[in-house]
């Protein structure tokens, strides 16, 4: 278990990092791109441009968490890191239960509203959504048709 803040090194290629990646704490994930079977000299010399403390507790993530970080991880023990772990099911499983800013993801299903939604946003007021319209001209507004002739949703009802 790692203690305190880490880094994630994210080794997925690096277009799949631009489409998507793990955005709080900001500055935390670095892309470092690695292909299982790649040249891990090149990878673990890339790796400490971005973190040259060898004792900074960094988890490893690739797209799914499958041997390409498993492999990632063991180069990174072999060089010296001493804080090195994989992501179980990478970025994939990451992003089931979260999303991109730290926040759980709700579960999965239809949304039912509690009733309690348009307290936000006023229009729980009575008229208030009657006399609504795109532009704020409550004499032409939806609403305001079939309305005496002359008589607008401003004249004070009577």
């Known amino acids: 278990m790692l203690d305190g803040p880490c880094t994630v090194l994210d080794i997925r290629p690096s277009h799949e990092y631009d489409e998507g990646r793990i955005t709080k704490p900001p500055r935390k994930a670095v892309s ?22 060898k004792a ?15 492999e990632a991880a063991d180069l990174l023990q072999a060089a010296g890191y001493s804080a090195v772990m994989q992501m179980e099911g990478g970025y994939a499983g990451y992003s089931k239960v979260w999303g991109p ?23 729980n007021v009575p008229g208030a959504a009657d006399s609504y319209d795109e532009g704020g001209n409550q004499k032409t507004a939806k609403y305001a048709e079939g309305l005496p002739p002359g008589q607008s949703l401003l004249d004070p009802l009577n």
């Open 32 to 53: 470092v791109p690695f292909a299982a079977g790649q040249d891990g000299a090149g990878f673990v010399g890339r790796v400490s441009q971005q973190c040259t403390n």
């Open 56 to 70: 900074a507790s960094l988890i490893v993530m690739c797209a799914d968490g499958d041997r390409g970080s498993a």
């Open 101 to 123: 800013s730290g926040k759980r993801r709700p579960p999965a299903g239809r949304w039912v509203s509690t009733g309690k939604e348009a307290l936000k946003s006023g229009l």
